[in-house]
């Protein structure tokens, strides 16, 4: 799969501090890959189904999944082979090294 551009803003917000070994964030994330490796159209659009694949890792202070990489499709070109969307979702990182 060949992205087109990743603008993974990450926006990340700390939803809740547990009391000692964690924190509830939010991910928010767009993202476009080539429209071949990566098919959408108005179909997709209306049905809002997730597409794409990959994960989003912690490589520091913890060492598990942050979520999925997965999008909902907002715009596409056919003529340009793009295609381009977005998500936010929560998780909670489980980690005695991370600082608030």
């Known amino acids: 799969m060949h992205a087109r551009w990743i603008s993974i803003y990450m926006y990340i917000r700390i939803l ?3 009391y000692i070994l964690c924190v509830q964030i939010e991910i928010s994330f767009r993202i476009a890959w080539r429209r ?3 098919f959408c159209d108005q179909s997709t659009i209306d049905s809002q189904a997730l597409i794409g694949r990959g994960s989003l890792s912690c490589i520091s202070g913890c ?3 942050l979520g999925y990489m997965s999008f909902y499709c907002t715009d ?3 003529v340009e082979d793009w295609t381009a969307g ?4 929560q998780t909670t990182i489980f980690t005695p090294e991370f600082e608030a």
């Open 16 to 18: 809740y501090i547990c």
């Open 63 to 65: 060492n598990h999944t």
């Open 76 to 78: 596409f070109s056919e």
């Open 86 to 89: 977005g998500r936010t979702y």
């Open 36 to 38: 071949s490796d990566t």
